[in-house]
Structure formats: structure tokens, C-alpha cells
């Protein structure tokens, strides 16, 4: 069965217009009332006075006493009842044609001020909504991780000073929740590499010795590898904790240069285990840490060394897109990759299907680390199966002059 197109979403407008359709919608309401009343009034009031008008012009003896302030109407000569009934059409008609008139010419004023009020109020919601707009801007650059810029509103003391200094609060005890965080990943990972280090130099004098039987040596060699997934996580900590913050320290450099220099530290890992190294650099320029650029290239490289078939091959590519978008894109061969397990890759601690019963190869953060920092320079990091088998891992940073 054909699927229906989908319908585009209704967008709800903004505050500002919400506002000001409010204020000309209430002006408006406000002022067809009193226009009716005036219509009224009028009405009244003129019918009243054409009628002792009239009454003067057929009583002569009436039209001699004054009426009012104003000047009555005082008839030259006596009229006929035929002279009366035209009369009394005079005046229906000019009533009727007065009071059309004030309809008109109030409905066509009301519009006018209704479109003027209208233009008022979208001023006046701009600038009431004014202090919103620089609590939201400011919010926007917080939540890319500079968690050290406050609102620091000096307005007035009203309900949007309230609302800024209560997030500023909130900031402040976010702040302080994180730098706890982080520091305490450094403590425990700090603390948890000196027994490590022990656990392996005890071994490896264990290893050494010329007693040591070939059952000691299998267990020997079993607890070295144990040991070294242990310092991998323990080390990946303070950089998955780190890879959360928008980095600040940035300079220009070159992907390329940076997958160069990372590819020839690991060729000597890859020949070992038959794996063939394909380097497609081109120039892309970008604005980062090149610490953490380096570090982003070493674990998407390192993953897709680790994580092969036999005799299979790594393809790494840079390049530039038209709009100055640098893109780092790695692919690697080994068994076929169901597209539903993708995100779980990027989670912490997580492994694909097929690598869970091989654990010991990777302590689970090396993607993980990789989308953090990513994120942290602006970018963004995506997986796709590979045709024929392996994965498709592709990093987004932006250009040089957006990051700068």
C-alpha cells in the first residue's frame, strides 16, 4: 500500500506575535463596542432633536419659545400637512444618511488606530520580551558546555530578574556538580593506575623467572592482557569526562596532517596483525585542541584496527566539503554490522554483538570518547554499516571560520 506524504508540522507562532495579534484583537474588542455606543447616542440624540424640530415647524406658536442653548429653528411662513410629510422625509433622510456616515467613518477610524495599535504592540512585546531573548542566547551558548557564563541580569527587580538570577543559581550548582565530577574521575583514575602498574610489573618479573612453568606463563599472559584493558578504561576516564566540555583553547590545524602522524604511529601495530593501512588525506582545515583532534583520529584508528578481519584493511579519509565542513571518515572491514546496533557503539561501556565475547580487546569507551569530543568542538560523529561488511565511521567538525 502507498504511504501517504507526510504533512508539515503546523509551527505555532512566536511569543512576540502571539502578543501583539493580542493587543490588536483586545484594541479592536474594545473599540466596536464603543462605537456602537456612539451609534446609539447619536441616534438617540438626533432623533430627539429632529423631532422637536419638527414639532416647531408645524406649531408656530412653539417655534417662538427658546429650546436649549442653541438657536431654534423659526419658520417664515405657516406649513401645509403636504409641506410636513416632506419635511419628515428631509429629516429621516438625513438622519439615516448621518448615522450611515459615523458608521463608516468610526468603522474605517478604528481600523486605522486597530493598525496602528497593532504596530505599537509588536514594538512593545519586542521590547518587554527583549530580556528573554538574552536569557535564551545565553542559555544557548551555556548548554555547548561553557558552563562559566552567567546571565548577570541588571534589570529591574521583577519576574525576569527573579527567573535569571534562578538560573544563574542553578548554574552555579551544576558547575560545581561537574568540576566534583570530573575531579573525581581524575582522583579514582589517578589512585586506580598506581596498583595497576604494580599488578603489572609483578607480573612481568613473575614471567622473567626460569621457573616459572608454562601454566603460569598462560596465566601470566592472560592477567598482562586483563591488566592492560584495565589501565585502557581507567585512561579513557578522565577523557570521556573531559570530551562533555566545550573546549575553548583552539588553534587552526589540518585533519590531515593529524591522520598522517596518527597513521604512521599505528602502521607498526597494524602490519602485526596483517592489517593493510589505505590514507587518502586531503587539506581540512579546522579550529580545535589538537590534543583531543589527535585523540579522536587515535581511537577511530585504533577501533578500526582492533576491531577487523585477518588480513582485512582500514581506509582513512579527510576532506573538505563545499561549505568548509571538515570531514574525517574511516572504514574498516569485518563481519557485516546490523544498522539497528549503531548507536550502541557510541555508549559507554557498550560493545557490538559480535565483540562482547571478545572484550578484552577494548574497554568500551573509544567511540564514546571520540562523539564527546566531537560534540565538544562544535561536530557530530556517525556510523553506518559498510556494503560487503565493516563499518562506515565519519566525523563532522566545522569550518575554520566558525569555530574561531
Do not use: C
Request: hydrophobic fraction near 40%.
Amino acid at each position: 500500500m502507498k504511504r501517504l506524504p507526510k504533512l508539515p508540522r503546523f509551527q505555532r507562532p512566536t511569543i512576540r506575535v502571539r502578543l501583539t495579534l493580542m493587543y490588536g484583537a483586545l484594541f479592536m474588542a474594545a473599540g466596536v463596542p464603543l462605537l456602537g455606543i456612539t451609534y446609539l447616542l447619536v441616534e438617540n440624540t438626533l432623533g430627539d432633536r429632529l423631532v422637536r424640530i419638527s414639532m416647531k415647524t408645524t406649531d408656530p406658536a412653539k417655534a417662538a419659545q427658546p429650546d436649549g442653548p442653541s438657536a431654534p429653528f423659526t419658520p417664515t411662513t405657516p406649513t401645509t400637512p403636504h409641506d410636513s410629510l416632506d419635511i419628515r422625509k428631509l429629516e429621516t433622510g438625513f438622519m439615516d444618511a448621518t448615522l450611515r456616515s459615523l458608521l463608516s467613518q468610526g468603522a474605517i477610524a478604528l481600523g486605522m488606530l486597530t493598525i496602528v495599535a497593532t504596530i505599537f504592540g509588536y514594538l512593545m512585546a519586542g521590547r518587554v520580551l527583549r530580556p528573554l531573548h538574552h536569557i535564551s542566547e545565553t542559555a544557548g551558548r551555556i548548554s555547548k558546555g561553557n558552563l562559566g557564563e552567567r546571565l548577570a541580569f541588571s534589570g529591574p527587580h521583577d519576574e525576569i530578574k527573579n527567573l535569571a538570577d534562578t538560573f544563574d543559581s542553578m548554574m552555579d550548582q551544576l558547575q560545581h556538580a561537574f568540576d566534583d565530577q570530573q575531579r573525581f574521575v581524575s582522583d579514582a583514575s589517578h589512585e586506580l593506575r598506581t596498583p595497576l602498574a604494580i599488578n603489572r610489573t609483578l607480573i612481568e618479573v613473575a614471567l622473567r623467572k626460569k621457573a616459572a612453568s608454562d601454566d603460569a606463563q598462560r596465566l601470566g599472559g592472560s592477567l598482562l592482557v586483563v591488566n592492560e584493558r584495565h589501565e585502557r578504561l581507567i585512561n579513557g576516564l578522565p577523557a570521556l569526562a573531559k570530551g562533555d566540555r566545550e573546549t575553548r583553547d583552539r588553534s587552526t590545524v589540518d585533519l590531515a596532517d593529524i591522520a598522517g602522524h596518527v597513521a604512521e604511529l599505528r602502521l607498526g601495530e597494524a602490519n602485526d596483525v596483517g592489517i593493510q593501512l589505505r590514507l587518502s588525506p586531503g587539506p581540512t582545515l579546522t579550529s580545535g585542541d589538537p590534543v583531543m583532534l589527535e585523540r579522536i583520529v587515535h581511537n577511530l584508528l585504533e577501533n578500526a584496527i582492533r576491531y577487523n578481519n585477518p588480513g582485512g584493511w582500514v581506509s582513512m579519509t579527510t576532506a573538505a566539503e563545499p561549505n568548509g565542513t571538515a570531514v574525517l571518515a574511516v572504514t574498516n572491514t569485518r563481519p557485516t554490522v546490523p544498522g539497528y546496533d549503531m548507536e550502541a557503539i557510541f555508549q559507554p561501556f557498550r560493545r557490538l554483538q559480535a565483540d562482547r565475547v571478545d572484550s578484552e580487546r577494548g574497554s568500551g569507551l573509544g567511540l564514546a570518547i571520540v562523539r564527546n569530543m566531537a560534540r565538544a568542538h562544535g561536530g557530530d560523529v556517525t556510523a553506518v554499516p559498510r556494503e560487503g561488511g565493516g563499518l562506515v565511521v565519519t566525523v563532522w567538525l566545522p569550518p575554520e571560520a566558525a569555530t574561531q
